[in-house]
């Protein structure tokens, strides 16, 4: 056979009027066989896209290479009958000629189940040319049979290579460690983020596979529906596919669903709306008999609806499927784009239109690839050619980060390696460093990994170090302890800086710095590491090292929590001195945390993804580190020192706040419950007494069914929390139930306190700066009139005299308009009104909170702002991260006021649009704004201390999420 395959195989490409093999079948083909003329035996990895040919590419090399024993790996029984086949007969290549026809075909085994000896398995492996099997299969042979058939074979093939991470895959590529191997894949990417460990060597794009109209135009329809989604979803994809076939196209729909039961429970849906289209089901639970059944109703077109799960899945070729109907999206970008693929592929065997796709929008939050791809009224044909190439440049960066490692060692993985973001930084006294000289450093014996991980370009060295020890335990000589550190080294030749990381987290490395750039090397010390911690707002020490200079028996403490303040002090003292420092705040409106050393050490409590993150960070250190436009006195002054509970703080509780993670948990995980009345955490409100300035904090747990009041009293340094009534609420969690006094005295809330201060964590929070005062400019008169003042909620039925009603309108009236106005108001509310709208300048939250007067008539009243102050503080947990638990928590608000009032809470805009802005808010810059609607509060006559208590409203908003404050009043 080998010999009849000396030159017969053409390399012409292939026109309309010339037969040959397409473009990416005529590239990959180039790639690898260059790539097997280097003699390298790393993985070769081909990416094309569904449709382009892969299989035939494996033909092709299979007659080009001469080679001597294939084995294919495929992912499932159905694919592994449709390979062999195809290399039995060797597809299409002889029929068009690109193969001579006095190629002998190949012979061809099938591994259908376990060997369990040697002999069986050496005998059958040598009768064939071409094996392929499954991982399953192989897997089931004995180690040692296993190994025999893996040993005759010269080559493997692995086909849908996504899945070769896993260790079923990687089990029989290990057999070939010094073989030629090459994986192919449409998706060489995995979501739980391993890296399939083969060099890309050829990757055709999409973009060029449907410009050569491999694959046709796909038509995206996002389906969503308040009402019943599942029934728009069929009835728009069977009204589609009813269009197809009466337009003479050969179409198939196929409804996606997550799983078996799903599907039966959709089967009488497309049975009522469809019986003339005969809808089946396939799944693996179903006999194969009846699977067959079903596959052949479909290709000969008594059936045109097919409800599954994965079936039809990796390298099922039915041309006819062109509908899809998507009722629950995959959260996996690899599945999503082999879906996809199925339906764009072309076929001149038939009659076939364009692809279209349904997908159901049940969920505002996706996964972060797949927002685009399901984004609202999205050109499907142009995202998902960006997704794709994303996908695949992000691996390709990591590929070439990889590839950029002229040396690596064995014992140890690339990828394997997960340093903290930690590091010493050094300046160099030139641009040039020695790297190698880490071996003898270290000493040769010690080096665990031999040669040392080396990226002369990315200027990254790598290497384990071996360390051996008398264990602590005992006086023993004939055991060792044994321990293994990464030594993890960046140089930045440009700006001459050196970034030392070890796993220990322990050390300066002056000697190892000396050892790579020589004599003269400086590491940054004392206050200057603090630079790191620049323009991070309300900045919150959490713990803090001090070094007493005069005391010998106490020269190094540790403070934390409330402790840190006594460590300032005693900084101050003239001979204390902080030695280090940790802290977090606010950046940009996130959140970060960072901490750094006076002998240099700068770290994070971040753990970085790999290699280029770390280094990618180690770049945003160095830039603080450099500029000398930092005062450390500012950052050092900038601190906010937590000060413990002695008693109550006088002043009026403004807020109350339930901890964050309660809006990142699922909803139901959470509820409370009180006279057999249950309500979701995330639907309670904390009302504050705002009446007391002294004594226990009172607020009430309030819902539409009940109201209960607590209290929280400081007792040795911390707040306790009881039920002020008879009867208490309980806590609602999946398998457990308790007191919500209980709950609260484990977790504790959060209290805003006028004059900017907060109580968290039994520990009270104050600015130390001045703020600045509130500037009657910014109190915005508007005319009231028709509108009573003391009615606050428009409600469903749209009250035209209310506070609410007549807020929405200004919103309507500015000359920009808004994309979005939803009213939000109820229990557990966002915010009495969210605007939202896209310009020039990113993307803009206008958050509305409004308050009736507590009077007929305009006063003078601090009463009317300390509640609606403290709502609009709270509100600043909704900036937090990318905006994923506003997005969701607006929309599940949205829906259940829509299904509860039967009235759309949209003003402006609809629930297609906020999903539109929600995809499209991970690439804009962020802002949010915040309004106080009090038409009680006169801008002429307000009191200093009206103004005041806006002015610390006003200050904790710019330091936190940097929001500005617009105040709606009367004149």
């Given at each position: 056979?080998?010999?009849?395959?000396?030159?017969?195989?053409?390399?012409?490409?292939?026109?309309?009027?010339?037969?040959?093999?397409?473009?990416?079948?005529?590239?990959?083909?180039?790639?690898?066989?260059?790539?097997?003329?280097?003699?390298?035996?790393?993985?070769?990895?081909?990416?094309?896209?569904?449709?382009?040919?892969?299989?035939?590419?494996?033909?092709?090399?299979?007659?080009?290479?001469?080679?001597?024993?294939?084995?294919?790996?495929?992912?499932?029984?159905?694919?592994?009958?449709?390979?062999?086949?195809?290399?039995?007969?060797?597809?299409?290549?002889?029929k068009l000629g690109i193969v001579s026809s006095s190629a002998v075909r190949p012979l061809v085994g099938r591994v259908q189940q376990g060997f369990t000896t040697v002999e069986a398995a050496e005998s059958f492996a040598q009768a064939c040319n071409v094996i392929v099997a499954t991982p399953q299969a192989m897997n089931a042979c004995q180690p040692e049979a296993l190994?025999?058939?893996?040993?005759?074979c010269s080559h493997l093939f692995v086909d849908e290579a996504h899945h070769v991470a896993a260790r079923t895959w990687s089990a029989i590529r290990d057999f070939f460690v010094d073989k030629n191997v090459v994986q192919f894949t449409a998706t060489p990417f995995r979501e739980d983020g391993k890296h399939l460990q083969g060099r890309i060597i050829y990757s055709f794009?999409?973009?060029?596979?449907?410009?050569?109209?491999?694959?046709?135009?796909?038509?995206?329809?996002?389906?969503?529906?308040?009402?019943?989604?599942?029934?728009?979803?069929?009835?728009?994809?069977?009204?589609?596919?009813?269009?197809?076939?009466?337009?003479?196209?050969?179409?198939?729909?196929?409804?996606?669903?997550?799983?078996?039961?799903?599907?039966?429970?959709?089967?009488?849906?497309?049975?009522?709306?469809?019986?003339?289209?005969?809808?089946?089901?396939?799944?693996?639970?179903?006999?194969?008999?009846?699977?067959?059944?079903?596959?052949?109703?479909?290709?000969?077109?008594?059936?045109?609806?097919?409800?599954?799960?994965?079936?039809?899945?990796?390298?099922?070729?039915?041309?006819?499927?062109?509908?899809?109907?998507?009722?629950?999206?995959?959260?996996?970008?690899?599945?999503?784009?082999?879906?996809?693929?199925?339906?764009?592929?072309?076929?001149?065997?038939?009659?076939?239109?364009?692809?279209?796709?349904?997908?159901?929008?049940?969920?505002?939050?996706?996964?972060?690839?797949?927002?685009?791809?399901?984004?609202?009224?999205?050109?499907?044909?142009?995202?998902?050619?960006?997704?794709?190439?994303?996908?695949?440049?992000?691996?390709?960066?990591?590929?070439?980060?990889?590839?950029?490692?002229?040396?690596?060692?064995?014992?140890?993985?690339?990828?394997?390696?997960?340093?903290?973001?930690?590091?010493?930084?050094?300046?160099?006294?030139?641009?040039?460093?020695?790297?190698?000289?880490?071996?003898?450093?270290?000493?040769?014996?010690?080096?665990?990994?031999?040669?040392?991980?080396?990226?002369?370009?990315?200027?990254?060295?790598?290497?384990?170090?071996?360390?051996?020890?008398?264990?602590?335990?005992?006086?023993?000589?004939?055991?060792?302890?044994?321990?293994?550190?990464?030594?993890?080294?960046?140089?930045?030749?440009?700006?001459?800086?050196?970034?030392?990381?070890?796993?220990?987290?322990?050390?300066?490395?002056?000697?190892?710095?000396?050892?790579?750039?020589?004599?003269?090397?400086?590491?940054?010390?004392?206050?200057?590491?603090?630079?790191?911690?620049?323009?991070?707002?309300?900045?919150?020490?959490?713990?803090?090292?001090?070094?007493?200079?005069?005391?010998?028996?106490?020269?190094?403490?540790?403070?934390?929590?409330?402790?840190?303040?006594?460590?300032?002090?005693?900084?101050?003292?003239?001979?204390?001195?902080?030695?280090?420092?940790?802290?977090?705040?606010?950046?940009?409106?996130?959140?970060?945390?960072?901490?750094?050393?006076?002998?240099?050490?700068?770290?994070?409590?971040?753990?970085?993804?790999?290699?280029?993150?770390?280094?990618?960070?180690?770049?945003?250190?160095?830039?603080?580190?450099?500029?000398?436009?930092?005062?450390?006195?500012?950052?050092?002054?900038?601190?906010?020192?937590?000060?413990?509970?002695?008693?109550?703080?006088?002043?009026?509780?403004?807020?109350?706040?339930?901890?964050?993670?309660?809006?990142?948990?699922?909803?139901?995980?959470?509820?409370?419950?009180?006279?057999?009345?249950?309500?979701?955490?995330?639907?309670?409100?904390?009302?504050?007494?705002?009446?007391?300035?002294?004594?226990?904090?009172?607020?009430?747990?309030?819902?539409?069914?009940?109201?209960?009041?607590?209290?929280?009293?400081?007792?040795?340094?911390?707040?306790?929390?009881?039920?002020?009534?008879?009867?208490?609420?309980?806590?609602?969690?999946?398998?457990?139930?308790?007191?919500?006094?209980?709950?609260?005295?484990?977790?504790?809330?959060?209290?805003?306190?006028?004059?900017?201060?907060?109580?968290?964590?039994?520990?009270?929070?104050?600015?130390?700066?001045?703020?600045?005062?509130?500037?009657?400019?910014?109190?915005?008169?508007?005319?009231?009139?028709?509108?009573?003042?003391?009615?606050?909620?428009?409600?469903?039925?749209?009250?035209?005299?209310?506070?609410?009603?007549?807020?929405?309108?200004?919103?309507?009236?500015?000359?920009?308009?808004?994309?979005?106005?939803?009213?939000?108001?109820?229990?557990?509310?966002?915010?009495?009104?969210?605007?939202?709208?896209?310009?020039?300048?990113?993307?803009?939250?206008?958050?509305?909170?409004?308050?009736?007067?507590?009077?007929?008539?305009?006063?003078?009243?601090?009463?009317?702002?300390?509640?609606?102050?403290?709502?609009?503080?709270?509100?600043?947990?909704?900036?937090?991260?990318?905006?994923?638990?506003?997005?969701?928590?607006?929309?599940?608000?949205?829906?259940?006021?829509?299904?509860?009032?039967?009235?759309?809470?949209?003003?402006?805009?609809?629930?297609?649009?906020?999903?539109?802005?929600?995809?499209?808010?991970?690439?804009?810059?962020?802002?949010?704004?915040?309004?106080?609607?009090?038409?009680?509060?006169?801008?002429?006559?307000?009191?200093?201390?009206?103004?005041?208590?806006?002015?610390?409203?006003?200050?904790?908003?710019?330091?936190?999420?940097?929001?500005?404050?617009?105040?709606?009043?009367?004149?």
């Open positions: 056979m080998l010999e009849s395959y000396r030159d017969a195989i053409t390399f012409n490409e292939g026109t309309k009027e010339s037969p040959g093999l397409r473009s990416p079948q005529l590239g990959a083909m180039h790639a690898v066989l260059g790539y097997w003329t280097t003699k390298r035996t790393i993985p070769a990895t081909v990416v094309m896209p569904t449709g382009t040919g892969k299989t035939e590419t494996m033909l092709a090399l299979l007659v080009a290479a001469r080679i001597n024993r294939l084995l294919v790996l495929v992912p499932s029984d159905a694919l592994r009958e449709q390979i062999a086949t195809k290399f039995e007969t060797l597809g299409v290549l002889q190994a025999a058939l893996a040993g005759v794009p999409l973009r060029e596979a449907q410009a050569q109209e491999v694959f046709s135009q796909i038509d995206y329809t996002a389906v969503i529906d308040f009402e019943d989604l599942d029934l728009a979803v069929a009835e728009q994809s069977i009204a589609k596919l009813r269009a197809d076939l009466a337009a003479g196209f050969d179409h198939v729909l196929m409804a996606r669903v997550s799983g078996i039961p799903r599907a039966k429970d959709l089967k009488p849906l497309y049975d009522k709306l469809a019986a003339d289209l005969q809808p089946v089901i396939i799944n693996s639970q179903m006999p194969a008999k009846q699977q067959r059944d079903a596959v052949k109703a479909l290709r000969e077109g008594r059936s045109r609806i097919v409800i599954c799960v994965n079936m039809l899945g990796e390298g099922f070729d039915l041309p006819s499927l062109k509908v899809a109907a998507v009722h629950d999206p995959q959260k996996s970008l690899g599945v999503t784009l082999q879906f996809i693929g199925r339906f764009a592929r072309t076929s001149s065997n038939g009659r076939y239109g364009d692809a279209s796709v349904f997908v159901a929008r049940s969920e505002i939050d996706v996964d972060r690839r797949l927002r685009t791809l399901y984004a609202e009224d999205s050109d499907w044909n142009l995202i998902l050619r960006n997704l794709t190439e994303t996908a695949v440049q992000g691996q390709q960066d990591a590929s070439d980060f990889e590839e950029g490692f002229t040396s690596l060692p064995e014992d140890v993985t690339l990828r394997s390696l997960l340093p903290k973001l930690s590091t010493v930084v050094y300046r160099a006294p030139t641009e040039r460093w020695e790297p190698e000289n880490l071996v003898d450093f270290f000493g040769e014996d010690r080096m665990f990994t031999q040669p040392i991980g080396l990226n002369t370009a990315a200027g990254i060295a790598w290497c384990v170090v071996e360390s051996r020890d008398n264990v602590r335990w005992g006086d023993l000589k004939t055991i060792e302890e044994i321990s293994y550190e990464l030594y993890l080294l960046y140089f930045d030749r440009d700006k001459r800086l050196l970034y030392i990381n070890n796993s220990a987290n322990d050390g300066v490395f002056e000697d190892l710095a000396m050892a790579v750039l020589g004599a003269g090397a400086t590491r940054f010390t004392g206050s200057t590491v603090y630079r790191v911690m620049a323009d991070i707002d309300r900045l919150v020490p959490t713990n803090v090292g001090v070094l007493d200079a005069h005391d010998q028996f106490r020269r190094f403490s540790m403070h934390v929590g409330s402790d840190v303040t006594a460590s300032f002090t005693q900084a101050e003292a003239g001979t204390k001195s902080q030695t280090n420092i940790s802290g977090g705040g606010y950046r940009d409106g996130e959140r970060v945390n960072i901490s750094a050393s006076l002998r240099g050490r700068i770290w994070s409590p971040a753990t970085a993804r790999d290699l280029k993150h770390w280094r990618d960070w180690c770049d945003s250190v160095g830039e603080k580190l450099l500029d000398d436009t930092i005062s450390i006195d500012k950052v050092i002054g900038q601190f906010i020192l937590p000060e413990r509970l002695s008693g109550r703080p006088t002043g009026v509780v403004l807020a109350v706040e339930w901890p964050w993670q309660i809006h990142t948990m699922q909803a139901d995980n959470l509820r409370l419950s009180f006279q057999d009345l249950t309500y979701e955490a995330v639907y309670t409100d904390l009302v504050p007494d705002t009446a007391a300035t002294e004594g226990p904090f009172r607020f009430d747990v309030r819902t539409k069914g009940w109201s209960v009041t607590y209290e929280a009293t400081v007792e040795k340094g911390r707040l306790v929390y009881r039920c002020i009534g008879d009867k208490e609420i309980k806590i609602v969690r999946p398998r457990s139930e308790h007191n919500l006094s209980d709950w609260l005295n484990q977790i504790g809330l959060t209290f805003i306190l006028d004059d900017d201060r907060i109580i968290e964590g039994d520990l009270l929070y104050k600015p130390t700066w001045d703020k600045e005062p509130f500037d009657r400019a910014n109190l915005t008169p508007l005319d009231w009139t028709g509108t009573t003042i003391t009615v606050e909620s428009q409600t469903k039925d749209r009250l035209t005299h209310s506070i609410q009603y007549r807020a929405i309108a200004e919103l309507k009236a500015e000359s920009e308009p808004w994309d979005i106005i939803l009213d939000d108001d109820g229990s557990g509310e966002i915010a009495d009104i969210v605007a939202i709208r896209i310009n020039s300048e990113g993307l803009l939250i206008r958050l509305v909170h409004c308050k009736y007067s507590h009077g007929e008539n305009v006063g003078t009243r601090v009463d009317d702002l300390y509640e609606v102050c403290g709502q609009t503080q709270k509100s600043i947990m909704w900036r937090r991260s990318d905006l994923g638990p506003f997005f969701r928590t607006l929309d599940d608000r949205a829906r259940k006021k829509q299904r509860r009032d039967g009235v759309s809470p949209f003003e402006v805009g609809d629930i297609k649009a906020l999903y539109r802005i929600q995809e499209q808010s991970t690439v804009l810059r962020r802002r949010m704004e915040m309004v106080i609607v009090q038409p009680g509060l006169s801008a002429a006559r307000a009191t200093a201390q009206q103004l005041n208590l806006l002015a610390s409203t006003q200050a904790y908003l710019r330091t936190t999420i940097n929001a500005p404050l617009a105040v709606w009043c009367s004149r």
